[in-house]
């Protein structure tokens, strides 16, 4: 729009210039050092374009450019408009024109003001309220926001600028030309459906928004101009539905996607969902509990649900656990609630995580980073982990083994393949037509189960990783040391080191450490503390009895207790990182638990303080503190989940000990 009619001219003083006019205008005011406000002469009068001119909708972008400037002129652009409701949104930017007095925003940066440097739409994004705690939402979409654009002389005070030397209106709309619009009050649902101009039928959206309540239609009118039918769709302090979100029922939702699958205009077999805040976390329920669900785009969602209790067919989901004392002030006197929320992966707060392994749908999680909510990003790469562990094969393969109690244990196994991996609980004595006791001089039988493993359609290769505590760790550590295609190794209070029998492969034997039962000492409680009955390693790294460790093609992971009473599982792991970086490798990872035991296990098991044990044939204690050993076991899970997804998924991630 031009702004150099005549009319607009003198409805803001300004004056058609001609030599005498110029002749009797005043000198330059002297202007303090410290002014920002350029003289002009009377005869400037600014023109605003705006490409491209006329009918604009609010998603599109447009490139502003001033006119008739003087050369490399200082001015303030204002832009404002007004809300539903009436109130005022105002940008103010500095800028100074080219030396051809234009100023054109796509290449011109702003100096000061609501934004700096260039920014060809921050005249809309960078609006704020003239009164605070106000936000910018579009609740009529049949009308268009009226944007004032207003080019004022110099950089005044307040970045307000002098007098004024142009202006434009420039409307924004929100309903494509022939886009339908469609109130939707049928049985429950209470919507607004907009369809595109073209004949359909159309892909389907239904579109949600966050705890604010109500029904919002602007993102929906706009998803509508771009192809698709898109179901606007409230579910309280609407209409007729519930005034407060205390209880949800996911059959509504049911009823309204239905609704739009029936529609004739919406094209099937499923519908996608779009949703922010709550309505993010609602779109994940929705799509792990209901059919014709195709994909789902979650803006600042999270993973467990949140405020309302959500039934569905007899099913609830009681709400996160909230803690407001966790409520922090900012500097300028705000809430942050972001801490608010329990963590939904520990304790009775699990009760609240959304099911989304059972998810027919592709998904799109978009974060904020700084997202005050709550910890967007943080619900988004769980539920990430949670679908890629559940998703189709194949997966990253794991051999579990356990220590002297023979069978086969698969609890562990089992936790393991609920994180994405292909795991495999591997009895190795005392089991079904296995030998009643280890057998040191067989290790074949594990290089068989590890090719096994490669060679199953749900494994993916090339390598796979170990797991073993106590014996177990030791078989982990020689099939490590011998064995091709083990991409990475987790001891859990291993020793390295052969026992009371030589470890044999093919022609290699590494001897026996032996033991001295003499060393054994009674505790105070009265059992056998049998932590130094082993005999002592001479030489360290280069005692014979070592495993070769450095001939492992994969990292090592090392997590010890330091009040093993099995055996002295820290130094052992120390004389290990020796050896490695002795050899030339890699300083290993090891993670060494004040107060823990020897049986470290999954989160949440209780310590086992001491038990039978086959060597002396009596019950011996196994170390730990029960407090520290269980805090012990949380942070050992995370650490041993983030090893195995680095080494054997390839996934960038890091896990911090806590302890």
């Known amino acids: 729009m031009m702004a150099s009619s005549s009319p607009l001219r003198r409805a803001f003083g300004l004056g058609l210039w001609n030599p005498r006019s110029w002749a009797c205008l005043p000198k330059p005011p002297k202007l303090r050092s410290s002014s920002l406000v350029s003289w002009v002469p009377g005869r400037m009068a600014a023109t605003v374009s705006l490409e491209p001119a006329g009918r604009c909708r609010w998603d599109e972008p447009v490139r502003i450019i001033v006119r008739g400037l003087a050369p490399e002129q200082l001015v303030t652009l204002r832009s404002s408009l007004r809300d539903d409701k009436g109130v005022l949104f105002q940008t103010r930017a500095r800028y100074r024109a080219d030396p051809g007095g234009e100023l054109d925003l796509a290449r011109a940066p702003a100096l000061g003001g609501s934004f700096v440097g260039i920014e060809p739409m921050g005249f809309l994004w960078a609006l704020e309220p003239e009164k605070p705690l106000r936000r910018l939402v579009k609740r009529d979409v049949q009308t268009p926001f009226v944007v004032e654009l207003e080019v004022l002389d110099g950089h005044g005070g307040q970045g307000e600028g002098g007098r004024l030397l142009g202006r434009a209106v420039h409307e924004r709309h929100f309903l494509a030309p022939g886009v339908r619009r469609e109130p939707v009050r049928t049985g429950r649902v209470r919507a607004t459906l907009f369809l595109p101009p073209e004949p359909g039928p159309f892909p389907g959206i239904v579109d949600l928004f ?181 998703g189709p094969g194949p997966f990253p393969g794991i051999i579990d083994l356990f220590g002297l109690g023979g069978g086969l244990l698969e609890y562990r196994t089992s936790l393991l393949a609920g994180h994405g991996f292909a795991t495999l609980a591997l009895a ?176 949440y098991f209780p310590m086992c303080p001491a038990s039978l044990h086959t060597l002396p044939k009596k019950p011996v204690i196994w170390g730990g503190e029960p407090r520290a050993h269980s805090k012990a076991q949380i942070d050992a899970w995370k650490q041993i989940l983030t090893f195995f997804r680095r080494h054997l998924r390839g996934t960038q991630e890091r896990a911090f000990s806590k302890l």
């Open 210 to 390: 966050g705890v604010g309540g109500g029904l919002l239609e602007y993102r929906a009118s706009l998803l509508a101009g771009k192809g698709f039918a898109v179901m606007a769709l409230a579910y309280y302090n609407y209409d007729d539905l519930p005034k407060d979100l205390k209880t949800l029922h996911l059959e509504y939702f049911e009823e309204a996607v239905n609704y739009l699958l029936n529609h004739p205009q919406v094209k099937g077999p499923g519908v996608g969902l779009l949703g922010i805040s709550k309505g993010g976390e609602l779109c994940l329920s929705m799509a792990s509990f209901l059919k014709g669900i195709t994909a789902a785009v979650i803006i600042n969602g999270s993973i467990a649900n949140v405020v309302a209790t959500l039934h569905y067919q007899g099913k609830i989901l009681p709400p996160l656990g909230v803690n407001y004392s966790r409520i922090k002030t900012t500097r300028d006197g705000f809430a942050d609630i972001l801490d608010v929320l329990n963590s939904p992966l520990e304790g009775p707060d699990q009760k609240s995580l959304i099911p989304v392994e059972r998810s027919e749908s592709t998904f799109l999680f978009l974060v904020g980073q700084d997202d005050h909510n709550w910890k967007s990003e943080f619900y988004a790469n769980e539920a990430s982990k949670c679908l890629q562990a559940h």
């Open 428 to 603: 190795y004595y005392d089991f079904d037509d296995l030998p009643k006791k280890f057998n040191s001089r067989n290790m074949e039988y594990f290089e068989e189960a590890l090719c096994s493993m490669l060679q199953h359609p749900q494994v993916k290769g090339p390598g796979i990783g170990l797991l073993g505590s106590s014996l177990g760790a030791n078989i982990c550590l020689f099939m490590a040391s011998f064995l091709k295609n083990i991409s990475a190794t987790v001891s859990i209070n291993g020793s390295g080191f052969t026992g009371i029998s030589a470890f044999c492969y093919k022609e290699i034997c590494i001897p026996p450490l032996g033991h001295d039962m003499r060393r054994i000492k009674r505790a105070f409680s009265g059992l056998l503390d049998i932590v130094d009955i082993r005999n002592d390693i001479v030489g360290g790294y280069e005692h014979p009895s070592m495993f070769p460790i450095e001939k492992a093609e994969g990292p090592i992971f090392f997590i010890v207790g330091q009040d093993d009473h099995n055996w002295r599982s820290e130094l052992y792991a120390q004389i290990a990182s020796e050896r490695l970086q002795a050899y030339g490798k890699k300083k290993p990872q090891l993670i060494s638990y004040p107060g823990a035991g020897h049986y470290i296990e999954p989160p």
